[in-house]
């Protein structure tokens, strides 16, 4: 499964971002696609999931209310909604895909690249 993010950026204190996560060779169907950052000087964390279908979603207690994952099953891709982004959130931010993703996975059979997300106050 090939995966590219995009969408990163510089963005002030609550501004909004949108991520994107595409799959070029389109295998992503069957899959869940999550959404992981990794700040600086932290560890790689969950932030959002959704299922294979798009009817269940998961995020980290740290993002709900701010972001919103979704999926087009039919164009293979995945986005997520950043709003009322924080500086906190600034991180290097990643798509994965596997056949389940949650709040506890802490990887993922397939990452694509990571896109930046940096958050000015």
């Known amino acids: 499964v090939q995966l590219q993010a995009s969408g990163g950026g510089l963005v002030q204190a609550g501004g909004s971002l949108t991520l994107s996560c595409a799959n070029p060779?389109?295998?992503?169907?069957?899959?869940?696609v999550g959404w992981f950052r990794q700040g600086p000087g932290k560890v790689r964390e969950f932030v959002a999931s959704?299922?294979?279908?798009?009817?269940?979603?998961y995020y980290a207690n740290s993002v709900k209310g701010r972001f919103t994952v979704s999926r087009d099953v039919a164009k293979n891709t995945a986005s997520l909604q950043m709003n009322n982004l924080k500086r906190e959130d600034t991180a290097v931010y990643f798509c994965?895909?596997?056949?389940?993703?949650?709040?506890?996975?802490?990887?993922?059979?397939?990452w694509g690249q990571g896109t930046q997300v940096t958050v000015s106050s």
């Open positions: 994965a895909a596997d056949t389940n993703l949650g709040p506890f996975s802490v990887g993922a059979d397939h």
């Open positions: 060779t389109r295998t992503l169907s069957s899959k869940a």
């Open positions: 959704i299922n294979w279908n798009g009817d269940t979603a």
